[in-house]
């Protein structure tokens, strides 16, 4: 149930438009929907966004957002409230590709094994991928705590300092398409450094090749 004045239903268009020299450019427009039968007043928004590659291999984006606050609030308090929305949305994005990375490494593990794959230990103790603190403790245990203890890429042992494990959240949708799944993990230092190295621009081609 909607309850809210910016509670509302949104419709999202793509596509892309190639122009006569060749350029190729991406587009998106989003577009907040009436709702039918509501007495409340609610927000309009129109969002566009316009994508292109640029000789650097990465991406430039032009955004353009159009807000309609239907309340009572003074002007000054309303441009508030947008401004502080778009910069949170600014703020999103580099963790949003950082995710994007992380889950296309996660999916090619097996191909990318040489790459990401622990120094090989012959003997002694076991040692952190992070600081490498070692320890005797065996590290066997339930199957959910070792893997909570374990890179989720190269699967080298991690210790419980915050600065050897990056914790992350990964969300899928179940092949039902009616629940979503989601997973702790964490991952190595030297594993995290590898997926922010990955191009982003691979990783899209690649998956528009799927």
């Known amino acids: 149930m909607f309850v809210d004045p910016r509670e ?100 090619r593990r097996k191909a990318l094994v040489r790459d990401i794959r622990p120094p090989y230990q012959v003997t002694g103790p076991v040692r952190c991928g992070g600081c490498s603190f070692s320890t005797l403790k065996p590290q066997d245990g339930s199957s959910r705590r070792r893997n909570q203890n374990r890179c989720e890429l190269c699967e080298v042992w991690l210790c419980s300092k915050s600065s050897c494990r990056s914790a992350c959240q990964m969300t899928a949708v179940v092949r039902d398409e009616a ?11 030297r594993c995290m450094a590898f997926v922010r190295s990955q191009s982003a621009a691979n990783i899209a081609r690649s998956e528009l090749l799927r």
Do not use: H
């Open 179 to 189: 629940n979503i799944c989601q997973k702790d993990i964490a991952v190595c230092p």
């Open 8 to 107: 509302m239903v949104l419709v999202l268009a793509t596509g892309e438009v190639v122009t006569a020299n060749g350029r190729r450019f991406g587009y998106e427009i989003i577009l907040s929907v009436p709702l039918l039968k509501s007495a409340m007043t609610r927000t309009q928004v129109v969002e566009t966004r316009v994508f292109w590659e640029q000789n650097d291999g990465s991406v430039g984006m032009y955004s353009k957002l159009i807000v309609d606050i239907r309340t009572r609030l003074p002007e000054s308090v309303k441009q508030a409230m947008l401004c502080r929305g778009v910069m949170r949305f600014w703020k999103f994005i580099p963790r949003s590709v950082e995710t994007k990375k992380l889950r296309w490494c996660l999916k």
